[in-house]
């Protein structure tokens, strides 16, 4: 019902009551609204006396058995009619007026009327559409609620302000100032059925459910139904302050007012500004923060604490930032944010993009989310403040080094805070299991002085390095396990050409130890300290004699130490040391410095002919110990001019013609290698300009190179291939085999070694003259190779180690490991040019690749200047190409 009874009075009267005996009738003007059928006017004779009362002191009477409107049909149906009145130019007006009487009572007889024209509303087709329909709920609030107002029939005009409308202060929360009949009053004064008086401005309750107020708020505002405009700042909008957090100070349908004041519709007030609370999603606000969050403070002010925008763990906890809802400039970490704890300034909130949030401690990492700049002097590696390979960095920093690049769990965003790095060649890591390394992760500076073996500090065979220094010694590169990379520690070389091996090789003595001294401080053949046919040698010594050349096995590389010579046959006794008095001048002295040698000073043409061309001289001060010329066992002599290429012979008038049974030929060919030495079994090799061409297409395109390929080397090979295979083919070579394609090197007719010229032709391959590739079938104790070729199947040749050159120094390359990290390589196939070198530049242009060949072979005569330059080459007549 649109009107229901009171709680705190009775129900419906079912009839007006008597009119009292004696009394004269007053005529009391009331217009009514309520329909469009005919108005009786009630008459009666009673007292003049008129006082209003308001509807529901009228018809909330106490009898419990009439609380429907029922009753108030039956006094509207008392007698009506009409009577003649005046209008305001003073004419008679002809109007239908309800009369009503009240002895002592005093029942407004208006009252009775008004009840009436309430019953035939609420029982018309528009209020019960209403019912029906969305409006039902805005009746029920009505009818719910008190219609009582303060100072009821009382003249509210200047109380009120001499403004009609809401009047809260003198009427009661939600009441309003109006007079009936009033057209210019505003609109919360429409549709009203009860008046305390008819004459003025009164205290009404309005009916219309878009002008009734909430008595009490919908969640906690502070100072309901208050005005709010002065003590937020004359301002509308948020104010936390006044209202309470996450509210607003809004007024009743002004257009004014700002978007987080639109579309409330529960109001304490609706004639001033008061406090409310948002119902748009996008302008409210959390009374508390998120599930598991850490803010701290929240929907307190932050900027005066934070004095910008963006993370501020110090206020608003760890992760946590300081911004402002709808700032157009401020910090990356305030976006996409939805949940605040205050909309109307800086406040403190959760990042809520994963890019921007923080991670919980991991157990690795000391200080997590600590300012570690100063504790670490700066970005980079600090493994005393941050612990194990952890870094100090800045999170969105471009001028940190590379260790602080790709990380993603940070503890603090705003600050430079200690983190582990992403990328694994950046992380250190705890001593490997079975690591000879002494001292690991500790600074090994100060007591090895310099970089490189430090086997006092590291122990045997490890080296005291810096991550990144590419100015530290040759064994430092490419390492990758480090206990620490802030710093010179201790670590255990990578590469095997600067490892060490822990157990003696064959019969060394003193394998590791150190042999200058016990050796008289010379390199070389020691077999009173080392053993019988072993040698005092340094890794990488140019000093010391032939017979130290081309070892790869080392149980130091710091120091001279004892090793196995590569060719025994190359020993001189007394290197470097004056033989001049022990040998009794100078010529052949077998007996100080060896077998085939002879003491021998250089550039003294006095000395006998075995002096006369010598290739190496360790000392030009004195007479020394020297392999006399034409004694130096494995190197061949260079053919005279005139001689026919291996695999022919010279006929009687001087014609060089093919051999007509298999040749003994004797060539060089070369092998593209690891630091590994090799062992050549099974190997393919090339002669020179072949080897050239397989770099250029397919190792120096690489960087770091094809299965880091580093060097060139040089083997004198002699070849004999079976009697069985030449009388079957009449060639002194087989087709070349590949052989991870078959299950046996050997053949029906032995270990044939074999040969294919390389194309040329075509823009994708490199243009040498004359690329050959040789296939060496077999090797030592698997058949093939032996120490004199004889052309038996399983005896076909053999590979004598001739000197080596790195291809770093044929590029010009000075450090390989910085020129890969630094993006460069020696040949790009697409752009035809090297990035860092140009010694590849051009593989199609025969000239150059002239040049190149010719470089190599300078290269290889500058430091084995006893071997000659070319001992001829054969024919490949395998037919394969």
């Known amino acids: 019902p649109l009107l229901a009874p009171s709680p705190s009075v009775g129900g419906w009267p079912t009839a007006p009551p008597p009119s009292p005996p004696g009394t004269e009738r007053s005529h009391l003007h009331v217009r009514t609204r309520a329909g469009a059928g005919a108005m009786r006017s009630l008459r009666e004779d009673n007292d003049l006396e008129e006082e209003l009362e308001p509807l529901t002191s009228r018809l909330f009477s106490r009898d419990p058995e009439a609380r429907d409107l029922e009753g108030a049909g039956n006094v509207a149906s008392q007698t009506l009619r009409p009577r003649a009145g005046r209008d305001e130019s003073g004419g008679e007006e002809e109007s239908w007026q309800p009369w009503a009487y009240r002895r002592k009572n005093k029942v407004a007889l208006v009252a009775l009327a008004t009840a009436g024209c309430a019953y035939a509303l609420l029982n018309s087709p528009i209020v019960s559409a209403m019912r029906r329909s969305a409006y039902a709920p805005g009746v029920q609030v009505l009818a719910a609620s008190n219609m009582t107002a303060e100072n009821w029939g009382v003249d509210c005009w200047t109380a009120c302000g001499e403004t009609p409308g809401e009047c809260n202060e003198f009427c009661g929360l939600g009441n309003a100032c109006c007079r009936f009949g009033a057209t210019m009053d505003p609109a919360v004064c429409a549709g009203i059925l009860a008046w305390g008086s008819l004459s003025y401005h009164t205290c009404v309750v309005p009916i219309n459910p878009a002008f009734l107020v909430d008595k009490t708020p919908l969640q906690v505002v502070q100072h309901w139904g208050a005005d709010c405009f002065s003590s937020c700042g004359n301002q509308s909008g948020f104010c936390a302050s006044f209202c309470g957090q996450g509210n607003v100070c809004c007024r009743w349908e002004s257009a004014f007012d700002p978007p987080e004041c639109q579309g409330i519709v529960s109001f304490g007030s609706k004639d001033h500004h008061t406090c409310v609370a948002p119902v748009n999603v996008a302008y409210t606000t959390a009374l508390s923060p998120p599930n598991g969050s850490t803010v701290t403070n929240w929907g307190a002010p932050c900027l005066a604490n934070c004095t910008e925008t963006g993370y501020c763990p110090e206020f608003c906890g760890a992760g946590n930032a300081c911004c402002d809802w709808d700032a157009g400039f401020q910090a990356p970490e305030c976006s996409g944010i939805s949940i605040y704890g205050s909309k109307e300034f800086h406040t403190c909130v959760a990042p809520v993009h994963p890019h921007f949030q923080i991670a919980l401690a991991p157990s690795n990492v000391l200080n997590w989310g600590a300012d570690c700049s100063v504790s670490c002097g700066g970005a980079g590696f600090c493994q005393d403040f941050c612990g194990l390979g952890n870094v100090c960095c800045r999170w969105g920093s471009t001028e940190d080094p590379p260790e602080c690049v790709g990380i993603s769990q940070w503890g603090a965003k705003d600050r430079y805070t200690c983190v582990t790095p992403a990328n694994l060649v950046y992380r250190a890591v705890p001593q490997p299991e079975g690591s000879s390394v002494q001292n690991w992760a500790a600074e090994c500076l100060p007591a090895c002085n310099s970089s490189g073996f430090c086997k006092e500090f590291c122990?045997?065979?490890?080296?005291?390095?810096?991550f990144g220094n590419v100015f530290d010694a040759p064994e430092c590169r490419s390492i990758l396990t480090w206990g620490r990379k802030d710093r010179y520690t201790c670590v255990a070389p990578e590469e095997q050409l600067y490892q060490v091996f822990n157990a003696s090789l064959g019969l060394v003595q003193n394998w590791g130890a150190d042999c200058w001294q016990a050796c008289t401080e010379t390199g070389g053949a020691c077999p009173n300290f080392c053993g019988i046919g072993n040698a005092c040698c340094r890794f990488g010594s140019s000093q010391d004699p032939?017979?130290?050349?081309?070892?790869?096995?080392?149980?130091?590389?710091?120091?001279?130490?004892?090793?196995?010579?590569?060719?025994?046959?190359?020993?001189?006794?007394?290197?470097?040391?004056?033989?001049?008095?022990?040998?009794?001048?100078?010529?052949?002295?077998?007996?100080?410095?060896?077998?085939?040698?002879?003491?021998?000073?250089?550039?003294?043409?006095?000395?006998?002919?075995?002096?006369?061309?010598?290739?190496?001289?360790?000392?030009?001060?004195?007479?020394?110990?020297?392999?006399?010329?034409?004694?130096?066992?494995?190197?061949?002599?260079?053919?005279?001019?005139?001689?026919?290429?291996?695999?022919?012979?010279?006929?009687?008038?001087?014609?060089?013609?093919?051999?007509?049974?298999?040749?003994?030929?004797?060539?060089?060919?070369?092998?593209?290698?690891?630091?590994?030495?090799?062992?050549?079994?099974?190997?393919?090799?090339?002669?020179?300009?072949?080897?050239?061409?397989?770099?250029?297409?397919?190792?120096?395109?690489?960087?770091?190179?094809?299965?880091?390929?580093?060097?060139?080397?040089?083997?004198?090979?002699?070849?004999?291939?079976?009697?069985?295979?030449?009388?079957?083919?009449?060639?002194?070579?087989?087709?070349?085999?590949?052989?991870?394609?078959?299950?046996?090197?050997?053949?029906?007719?032995?270990?044939?070694?074999?040969?294919?010229?390389?194309?040329?032709?075509?823009?994708?391959?490199?243009?040498?003259?004359?690329?050959?590739?040789?296939?060496?079938?077999?090797?030592?104790n698997l058949g093939g190779e032996c120490a004199a070729p004889d052309g038996e199947k399983a005896c076909t040749w053999k590979a004598t180690y001739a000197g080596e050159v790195r291809i770093d120094d044929i590029s010009g390359i000075i450090d390989d490991y910085s020129f890969c990290a630094n993006g460069q390589v020696e040949y790009d196939p697409t752009t035809d040019t090297g990035n860092g070198t140009k010694f590849w530049n051009f593989r199609n242009n025969a000239t150059w690749n002239q040049r190149r060949v010719q470089f190599v072979k300078e290269l290889f005569q500058m430091k084995y200047p006893h071997y000659p330059v070319s001992i001829g080459e054969p024919n490949c007549d395998s037919g394969a190409r």
């Open 459 to 466: 122990g045997q065979g490890n080296a005291c390095c810096k």
């Open 546 to 780: 032939p017979e130290c050349l081309g070892i790869t096995q080392w149980g130091s590389k710091e120091t001279h130490t004892c090793v196995v010579p590569v060719d025994p046959s190359l020993y001189v006794n007394h290197f470097s040391e004056d033989c001049w008095e022990d040998c009794n001048g100078a010529g052949y002295c077998e007996d100080w410095c060896g077998s085939g040698n002879a003491c021998c000073k250089h550039g003294l043409g006095q000395d006998p002919a075995e002096c006369h061309g010598v290739s190496y001289f360790p000392t030009g001060k004195y007479h020394t110990c020297v392999k006399a010329a034409g004694q130096w066992p494995g190197v061949p002599e260079a053919p005279p001019p005139g001689s026919c290429i291996p695999g022919q012979v010279q006929e009687a008038s001087g014609t060089c013609v093919n051999a007509v049974t298999p040749a003994l030929m004797t060539f060089y060919l070369y092998y593209a290698a690891s630091d590994l030495y090799p062992a050549l079994a099974n190997a393919r090799l090339a002669n020179l300009e072949g080897i050239m061409w397989v770099l250029h297409q397919e190792i120096v395109s690489q960087c770091p190179r094809s299965n880091n390929v580093n060097r060139v080397l040089r083997y004198v090979v002699t070849v004999k291939n079976p009697y069985e295979f030449f009388n079957a083919t009449q060639r002194q070579f087989g087709p070349l085999t590949n052989f991870s394609a078959v299950t046996s090197a050997s053949t029906e007719n032995g270990f044939v070694v074999g040969c294919q010229d390389q194309s040329t032709k075509g823009s994708q391959s490199a243009n040498y003259d004359g690329p050959t590739l040789y296939s060496l079938p077999g090797g030592v």
